[in-house]
């Protein structure tokens, strides 16, 4: 039985009376505004001085990495007015704030007062500046030792019955040399629990690009944008989550290439961009990016995609010359199945489910017909559904038939979405880790690793609520608010005999925790990395497969802060003790070291500490890019992919969860969604202005949304209604507001990504 206090802790967002204004969604991005924005937030955290100084180090060849997503940097030249974005500059202004949680705040409030406060009142409190400790029944954090944090750690772990009753959980924002000494760490405690937020997000790209081209990574370069015809741009809000992606749209447009975009919603980001580093366009009222948008409805890609290549095949059937069968032939199979497949379709049928007129699929053809390369573009939208996948495999088909892959200017460009997921999962941050691997690690290192299979984020959620997992350790991330099915997976962490989080900054997955919870204050992106030999830099992995260096210059928020492989390093050594042969301090006194072991263990990594010095980085090597399919059958796939079977009521709408353009993942900059013409407030619900009419709903009206999965409802209360330009029965709200309506045990089918893009709800108007 939950005691009266507990009982007052929020897992969720509280409902905070907002006094939000709606204005007209804006058609262009960036530009001025957006200079005002970064200015904002830069000198509103930091000093003038200090705030411009580190403007001009991020993303430049001797300074950090920023980190926010994971578009890469121009290979060859970085600008010297800088290459950062307005989000950037929201990502860097809240590390680099001079605000701290110190041990004071924390005895100032008590957890379960600070879980009253909304996510924006919690991350903007400032850094983390000592170790703190949550013992069982005391109300208050208080302040811990790292020598006595590392000791509880290690004698907890290793008073479990079996390694697998601990999970092990990485954010997208840990450096390649902590990731790596991380997973070395945990297997040779004896486990591969190593979930990760890749899988809440791009793991169905993974599944998808695995099986149909041999590896899971896109497989364009950031130069392909400047060579292609035609780029198609899926589910993904660039303006918002990539933004210095659309610089590369707007060269890829002066150039001659085609725009066409598909997305539920009209984003200003995907119609048209002010770059606010040109006079020129400063001056202008901006360049058009998208030639053709196909407002889709929610997770109806492969009907509009079929419906393009069946007009496609028609074509070629007709007059020849739009396939290539050069390249059919020569590197790929099930040609013919999916041929028999598009053969039964009926454009007229796919376009009417898709939500998009015949004449706009014809154009989409013709423009797609036209192209002699393309490049296809993706995130969230694509792959957050329980078909996530088969999206993704559709998208590859069509790629395949215009025989756009392995060559200039074409190609898959999933983007991810944090600065070095990829590089993590490059790293071994894996759960089904691939033997070739494991013995690699074993032959380096002289131990037996674990080889069964780990937990995925959802199987470590099932596991810590079952009771089958007690001790929870997480490297960045705010579990808590990032996973579905809010108030689920508060109770699995409650569970635990153990959380620890390593952070930056305080989140609410710190206020909902384990009998003890541990919060592990790490070093910044931005912040100085001094170890015994002297200054380090870390590296990382873009969407690209560049890997490259990130040097930290500011000094750290806090002296008791350690870096993430320091962290992992003096774990290590509490919890393995003898057991492990392995010189941990060997490893972070220089990460030179740690880089050695990778170059030993990874492949593409040979020379890493010579290469990774060298402007810009290397590339990885990437099968696909190279035309060289690593797959099955050892040739690009193609496959036959159902159209979605969503079989909504006349009172059921799918709902999908977005960012607001003030919001990177869980982390809240500000409480406006500039772009969208959302300002002051997050509880908000996007909703067709026929649908209102027909529910009897007006803006400003409140409503409750309701979920029932299994006979199971859930409810996320009190959104204020908001006419937007979205096809009907879709709803658009934020996350992690809306995260408590997303069932666990409701995921993408072979990657378990969350159905986070494609949840059917319920309006219920708040008398
Ligand atoms: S595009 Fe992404 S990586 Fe580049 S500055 Fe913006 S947020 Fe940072």
């Not at 303006?239 to 290439?257: D, V, Y």
């Not at 539920?264 to 995907?270: K, Q, R, T, Y």
């Not at 042969?581 to 170059?599: F, G, H, M, Q």
């Not at 159902?642 to 999908?656: R, V």
């Given at each position: 039985m939950k005691s009266e206090y507990s009982q007052k802790i929020k897992a969720q967002p509280p409902i905070k009376e907002e006094n939000i204004t709606i204005e007209t969604p804006k058609e262009v991005a960036a530009g001025l505004p957006g200079v005002i924005a970064s200015a904002k937030h830069i000198f509103g955290e930091m000093q003038v001085t200090g705030g411009l100084k580190t403007l001009f180090k991020v993303n430049q060849f001797n300074g950090f990495d920023c980190p926010g997503c994971a578009w890469p940097d121009p290979d060859h030249h970085r600008s010297r007015l800088g290459e950062y974005c307005e989000n950037g500059a929201k990502a860097i202004a809240e590390e680099a704030t001079a605000k701290r949680v110190n041990p004071d705040f924390f005895a100032k409030y008590t957890v379960a007062e600070l879980s009253n406060y909304s996510d924006y009142w919690i991350g903007k409190q400032g850094r983390l500046t000592h170790p703190m400790i949550l013992?069982?029944?005391?109300?208050?954090?208080?302040?811990?030792?790292?020598?006595?944090?590392?000791?509880?750690?290690?004698?907890?772990?290793?008073?479990?019955?079996?390694?697998?009753?601990?999970?092990?959980?990485?954010?997208?924002?840990?450096?390649?040399?902590?990731?790596?000494?991380?997973?070395?760490?945990?297997?040779?405690?004896?486990?591969?629990?190593?979930?990760?937020?890749?899988?809440?997000?791009?793991?169905?790209?993974?599944?998808?690009?695995?099986?149909?081209?041999?590896?899971?990574?896109?497989?364009?370069?950031?130069?392909?944008?400047?060579?292609?015809?035609?780029?198609?741009?899926?589910?993904?809000?660039?303006?918002?989550?990539?933004?210095?992606?659309?610089?590369?749209?707007?060269?890829?447009?002066?150039?001659?290439?085609?725009?066409?975009?598909?997305?539920?919603?009209?984003?200003?980001?995907?119609?048209?961009?002010?770059?606010?580093?040109?006079?020129?366009?400063?001056?202008?009222?901006?360049?058009?990016?998208?030639?053709?948008?196909?407002?889709?409805?929610?997770?109806?890609?492969?009907?509009?995609?079929?419906?393009?290549?069946?007009?496609?095949l028609d074509e070629e059937e007709q007059n020849g010359g739009v396939f290539d069968h050069a390249f059919i032939n020569q590197n790929t199979v099930g040609y013919q199945e999916l041929i028999a497949d598009l053969k039964t379709q009926s454009v007229a049928d796919l376009a009417a489910q898709a939500g998009i007129s015949l004449i706009q699929v014809t154009e989409a053809a013709q423009m797609i017909m036209e192209a002699k390369t393309m490049i296809s573009c993706w995130a969230m939208g694509i792959t957050q559904h329980k078909n996530g996948v088969n999206n993704i495999r559709e998208i590859v088909n069509m790629l395949l038939l215009k025989g756009s892959i392995g060559k200039p200017g074409a190609g898959t460009c999933p983007v991810r979405g944090h600065s070095n997921v990829q590089g993590d999962r490059t790293m071994g941050i894996w759960e089904k880790p691939k033997p070739a691997f494991l013995d690699k690690l074993q032959s380096t290192f002289n131990f037996e690793p674990p080889r069964a299979n780990g937990y995925n984020t959802v199987e470590a959620m099932e596991a810590m609520y079952e009771g089958k997992a007690k001790v929870f350790f997480a490297m960045g991330g705010n579990f808590l608010s990032a996973t579905p099915d809010t108030e689920y997976t508060a109770k699995a962490l409650q569970n635990c005999e153990l959380t620890v989080q390593v952070s930056t900054k305080l989140n609410r997955s710190h206020l909902v925790h384990g009998k003890t919870a541990l919060i592990l204050p790490c070093l910044g992106r931005t912040e100085l990395d001094m170890q015994a030999s002297g200054k380090q830099f870390v590296t990382v992995e873009?969407?690209?497969?560049?890997?490259?260096?990130?040097?930290?210059?500011?000094?750290?928020?806090?002296?008791?802060?350690?870096?993430?492989?320091?962290?992992?390093?003096?774990?290590?050594?509490?919890?393995?003790?003898?057991?492990?042969?392995?010189?941990?301090?060997?490893?972070?006194?220089?990460?030179?070291?740690?880089?050695?072991?990778?170059?030993?263990?990874?492949?593409?990594?040979?020379?890493?500490?010579?290469?990774?010095?060298?402007?810009?980085?290397?590339?990885?090597?990437?099968?696909?890019?190279?035309?060289?399919?690593?797959?099955?059958?050892?040739?690009?796939?193609?496959?036959?992919?159902?159209?979605?079977?969503?079989?909504?009521?006349?009172?059921?709408?799918?709902?999908?969860?977005?960012?607001?353009?003030?919001?990177?993942?869980?982390?809240?900059?500000g409480l406006d969604d500039r772009y969208r013409g959302i300002f002051n407030g997050r509880r908000i619900v996007l909703i067709n202005p026929d649908d209102m009419e027909a529910a009897r709903l007006v803006q400003g009206d409140f409503v409750d949304l309701v979920s029932t999965y299994d006979g199971v409802e859930r409810i996320a209360q009190y959104f204020m209604v908001v006419p937007y330009n979205i096809p009907q029965q879709c709803i658009a709200t934020y996350f992690p507001e809306a995260n408590v309506l997303i069932p666990y045990n409701q995921f993408a089918d072979r990657s378990h990504t969350p159905i986070s893009k494609s949840v059917v709800v319920r309006v219920r108007l708040v008398d």
């Open positions: 013992k069982p029944g005391e109300r208050h954090y208080k302040k811990i030792s790292w020598v006595e944090a590392f000791k509880l750690i290690g004698k907890q772990l290793n008073e479990l019955a079996s390694p697998n009753e601990a999970i092990f959980y990485t954010s997208g924002r840990t450096s390649n040399e902590a990731a790596f000494l991380y997973q070395l760490f945990v297997r040779q405690y004896g486990t591969n629990n190593l979930p990760d937020c890749s899988n809440m997000c791009h793991e169905s790209s993974g599944v998808a690009l695995g099986e149909t081209l041999g590896i899971g990574k896109g497989s364009v370069k950031l130069e392909d944008f400047y060579q292609t015809d035609l780029i198609l741009i899926l589910g993904q809000n660039p303006g918002t989550n990539h933004p210095r992606m659309l610089s590369a749209l707007k060269i890829a447009k002066e150039k001659g290439a085609k725009i066409i975009t598909i997305n539920p919603l009209p984003e200003a980001g995907l119609m048209r961009f002010i770059n606010p580093q040109q006079i020129s366009s400063m001056a202008s009222s901006g360049t058009a990016l998208t030639d053709l948008f196909l407002q889709v409805k929610i997770n109806e890609d492969i009907a509009l995609l079929k419906a393009i290549m069946k007009l496609m873009n969407s690209m497969g560049v890997v490259h260096q990130s040097r930290g210059g500011l000094k750290p928020a806090s002296p008791f802060l350690l870096s993430e492989p320091k962290i992992v390093a003096q774990l290590a050594k509490a919890t393995l003790g003898k057991n492990s042969k392995t010189d941990w301090n060997k490893l972070v006194d220089n990460y030179d070291n740690t880089r050695d072991a990778i170059e030993k263990v990874i492949p593409g990594f040979e020379n890493y500490n010579k290469r990774v010095r060298k402007k810009g980085g290397f590339y990885l090597p990437n099968c696909a890019r190279d035309g060289d399919f690593k797959t099955a059958s050892g040739k690009a796939q193609f496959s036959v992919n159902a159209i979605s079977q969503h079989q909504l009521q006349a009172d059921q709408y799918l709902m999908m969860t977005i960012r607001s353009h003030d919001q990177f993942n869980t982390t809240i900059y």
